[in-house]
């Protein structure tokens, strides 16, 4: 029961993200609302990074950042974003759908080289790390939309840009 819970919690909101993901704006990628922002380019790259650490949780256990690159370049347009996104959803719904409650209740570590980051059973850190984690920066490319005048998708329910009059 709790890894169909887990499979349709992540499946759900990985379709809601890929609605965002098709509406961005190739001719505003490189478009930020403030010198402290991401471009959109940048944020719809995390949310694919994010994606790839959702996969990590099930591949190994422990993550540590330490390892990886610092930043990466961000995808240019919305077609390899969505090519990788798919990709990684591919995968993501495989390594979910092969793992037991057994595998969801093993700890899981992230690390930064000697200096834990985070220690909770793979169920959790894929909630909070992973989906918890990527809704918030889906939430910032709505607002970036709704400020670029781009019709928003509904999430949970229609948006202000679906509602009929």
Not at 44 to 54: F, G, K, P, S, Y
Not at 103 to 124: F, K, N, S, T, Y
Request: aromatic share 8%.
């Amino acid at each position: 029961m709790i890894k169909q819970l887990i499979f349709g919690d992540a499946m759900k909101e990985l379709e809601s993200t890929r609605r965002i993901l098709e509406r961005l704006p190739e001719e505003y990628m490189s478009w930020k609302p403030h010198d402290k922002s991401m471009t959109l380019e940048g944020l719809a790259t995390h949310l694919i990074n994010l994606l790839n650490w959702q996969i990590a949780i099930f591949q190994y256990l422990e993550f540590d950042l330490a390892t990886v690159p610092q930043r990466r370049q961000p995808l240019k347009t919305r077609a390899e974003v969505l090519e990788e996104f798919d990709a990684n959803v591919s995968k993501l719904g495989k390594l979910l759908d092969e793992c037991d409650e057994k595998m969801l209740d093993q700890e899981w570590i992230l690390r930064h080289g000697d200096h834990i980051v985070l220690r909770e059973p793979r169920a959790i850190a894929l909630r909070t790390l992973g989906l918890s984690h990527m809704i918030h920066h889906r939430a910032q490319i709505g607002v970036y939309f709704r400020l670029l005048d781009i019709p928003v998708p509904g999430i949970y329910g229609p948006s202000a840009d679906e509602e009929v009059q």
